[in-house]
């Protein structure tokens, strides 16, 4: 697999490598890592972990958390151990070769807290003719199905949560159980309509649907917003 390169983030505190074909990391990476509700000494799932960056980013924000990955593609599995081991994240981060739907025997148990960034299209449209960027952006409308991956392997009393196309919270909310389900919507701008939304799932949570008034990425002359680019630098994480 071809290499293009290494892109930082986290204003610089990680270098990630990523593949010069298919699926490239980026803001919404950083934003669902700041997202996931974990603590010291806990354990975390990322499910479709591609190259690892969320999980780096999440390690690098929480000292003491153990985070295992699974994705599909070994290929990619293998310049994720690589970007762990070049971040000194190796002692708290293993990545492992699996399918979300079929996983490592040594990941079927609870965790703390699950996290994943689904392919954000269902199985409509045209596929991309790259295999590798199709695959990671097309869920053939098993969005569901990944939902109750998730929440499968969330102890109760844990967190799942996942970054989604806003235009398909519908589709999310229907596979979701009643209760502890919060959204955060991602504006692009004030006024603009939200392209992205965060769900976070409480396992077991009784408290009604939440939806709060979420976060503005740009300035209207698209710059960052103040509390975005804190996020992106690994300044804050986001708190709701």
């Known amino acids: 697999m071809k290499i293009q390169g290494e892109d930082n983030f986290l204003g610089g505190k990680l270098v990630i490598r990523q593949p010069a074909e298919g699926f490239r990391a980026g803001l919404d990476a950083v934003m ?3 997202a996931v509700p ?5 354990e975390a799932l990322e499910l479709g972990a591609g190259v690892g960056t969320v999980s780096l980013c999440l390690a690098k924000r929480v000292a003491g958390l153990r985070i295992v990955g699974t994705e599909l593609d070994a290929a990619l599995v293998d310049i994720a151990v690589t ?3 070049a971040n000194d994240l190796s002692d708290r981060i293993g990545f492992l070769a699996g399918d979300v739907f079929d996983p490592p025997a040594a990941v079927k148990r609870d965790f703390d807290h699950v996290f994943a960034n689904p392919p954000f299209h269902g199985d409509e449209g045209e596929a991309s003719p790259e295999p590798l960027r199709a695959r990671a952006k097309m869920d053939g409308g098993r969005l569901g199905d990944w939902l109750a991956a998730g929440l499968k392997r969330t102890r109760s009393g844990g967190s799942f949560t996942a970054i989604l196309r806003a235009d398909r919270l519908a589709e999310a909310l ?3 159980p009643g209760g502890g389900v919060t959204v955060l919507p991602l504006w ?4 603009v309509a939200a392209k992205r939304a965060i769900v976070r799932v409480r396992k077991g949570g009784r408290t009604p649907f ?3 008034s979420g976060l503005v990425l740009h300035e209207a002359d698209g ?5 975005a680019n804190a996020i992106l630098r690994g300044e ?3 708190d709701y």
């Open 32 to 34: 669902l890592a700041a």
């Open 38 to 42: 974990a603590g010291p000494d806990e």
């Open 83 to 85: 970007n762990a081991a």
């Open 174 to 176: 229907v596979a979701l």
């Open 188 to 191: 692009p701008k004030a006024g």
């Open 210 to 212: 939440s939806l709060k």
């Open 223 to 227: 710059r960052y917003t103040k509390e």
């Open 236 to 238: 804050a994480a986001i």
